[in-house]
């Protein structure tokens, strides 16, 4: 047996340099591969540009091809804006044909357009009550103003386009799971399955299968093609389902029940969500009421009170139609956030 001198090296050995040097080296692996890599901004090619010359794309392929240069540099800046960072699987999901570069070209000069009518209109409506010098600086703070808004919207646009379209497929995804599910059960196949799915009447979702069934005929994989389904569309309930079918696939489970179960969960999700967006409707009533109601009785009792010869020119006339504009603003913002937090239901 070893001495006890021994011992107290090894474990002086093990507590030191194999601690110091090779276990360093090991958590230094580990932390290398916990953290996400992180993509370099990728340069943008502006020969890509593809613009339609008819219509409103003819119009801005006019100015693009009038103005390239410094509509390409501000495009540059702008694909510096967070919200392009996801924009190219926007397009990809809210299906619009075109590319990163195509969209930022459309977004400068749509804001360059509006801008520029904004300016004029601008300097035109004030040119007579205000100094021409007051007025250009108004014009161009308009013009900034609404180029800014304009782009944000264009950018934001393709997000709101796939989440409208994501909405739709998680409205027919349970029927169309069970579908599948019940097929399968009848020991059809699942590209036939697919295929059923794809000619029925499921809207959005019958077309996303009829893609996948295209990309199957093309020589992918189900895997492979399942998983472009997830990029087509970002509908939550649709990766989800697609991942535990994919896994039932690998792993040899009984893909019929594994769908049924997915049905059930989609289902009881779309019912919790509705639940918890009723009990959001009691706040959105209240304040409905506030603004609907309540709000205009105070700018109507406001107005009353001008025509009083003792309070006369208290309040300008004004303010009473700015008043009543802002509640009818806010009245369609309250409908229009009711509206996007309504869940899918079917």
């Known amino acids: 047996m070893p001495s006890d001198k021994k011992l107290?090296?090894?474990?002086?050995?093990?507590?030191?340099?194999?601690?110091?040097?090779?276990?360093?080296?090991?958590?230094?692996?580990?932390?290398?591969?916990?953290?996400?890599?992180?993509?370099?901004?990728?340069?943008?090619?502006f020969q890509k540009v593809d613009l339609e010359e008819k219509g409103f794309m003819g119009f801005i392929a006019?100015?693009?091809?009038?103005?390239?240069?410094?509509?390409?540099?501000?495009?540059?800046?702008?694909?510096?804006?967070?919200?392009?960072?996801?924009?190219?699987?926007?397009?990809?999901?809210?299906?619009?044909?075109?590319?990163?570069?195509?969209?930022?070209?459309?977004?400068?000069?749509?804001?360059?357009?509006?801008?520029?009518?904004?300016?004029?209109?601008?300097?035109?409506?004030?040119?007579?009550?205000?100094?021409?010098?007051?007025?250009?600086?108004?014009g161009i703070l308009v013009f900034v103003l609404m180029f800014v808004l304009t782009a944000v919207f264009v950018l934001v646009f393709p997000s709101l386009r796939a989440g409208e379209l994501a909405l739709a497929v998680d409205r027919a995804l349970p029927f169309a799971l069970r579908q599948l599910s019940t097929q399968l059960k009848a020991?059809?196949?699942?590209?036939?399955?697919?295929?059923?799915?794809?000619?029925?009447?499921?809207?959005?979702?019958?077309?996303?299968f009829e893609l996948v069934l295209r990309d199957l005929d093309s020589g992918l994989s189900t895997d492979e093609a399942l998983k472009l389904l997830t990029k087509r569309n970002k509908s939550e309930g649709l990766r989800k389902a697609i991942l535990q079918i994919t896994r039932a696939m690998r792993t040899g489970g009984s893909l019929a029940t594994v769908i049924s179960d997915i049905a059930d969960d989609v289902s009881f999700e779309t019912r919790q969500k509705i639940r918890d967006y009723t009990e959001k409707l009691n706040f959105i009533n209240i304040l409905y009421i506030m603004v609907g109601v309540v709000m205009p009785v105070a700018i109507a009792i406001l107005s009353a009170i001008l025509q009083i010869p003792l309070f006369a020119g208290a309040l300008p006339s004004w303010f009473v139609y700015a008043g009543f504009g802002m509640s009818i603003l806010f009245l369609l913002v309250i409908l229009y956030a009711a509206q996007k937090m309504e869940p899918a239901a079917w």
């Open 8 to 45: 107290e090296s090894l474990s002086e050995t093990v507590r030191t340099g194999y601690k110091k040097e090779d276990l360093d080296k090991i958590i230094s692996k580990l932390k290398r591969k916990d953290e996400a890599p992180v993509d370099p901004q990728k340069e943008l090619n």
């Open 187 to 208: 020991g059809f196949s699942f590209y036939k399955s697919l295929n059923s799915l794809a000619k029925a009447d499921y809207g959005i979702l019958s077309e996303e």
């Open 62 to 138: 006019k100015f693009y091809s009038s103005f390239a240069k410094p509509t390409q540099k501000v495009a540059q800046f702008i694909s510096n804006f967070p919200l392009v960072k996801s924009l190219e699987k926007n397009l990809l999901a809210s299906r619009l044909r075109f590319n990163v570069e195509t969209y930022l070209v459309i977004a400068t000069a749509a804001a360059f357009i509006v801008g520029l009518l904004s300016f004029f209109l601008t300097s035109v409506l004030l040119y007579d009550s205000l100094s021409p010098a007051f007025s250009l600086v108004v």
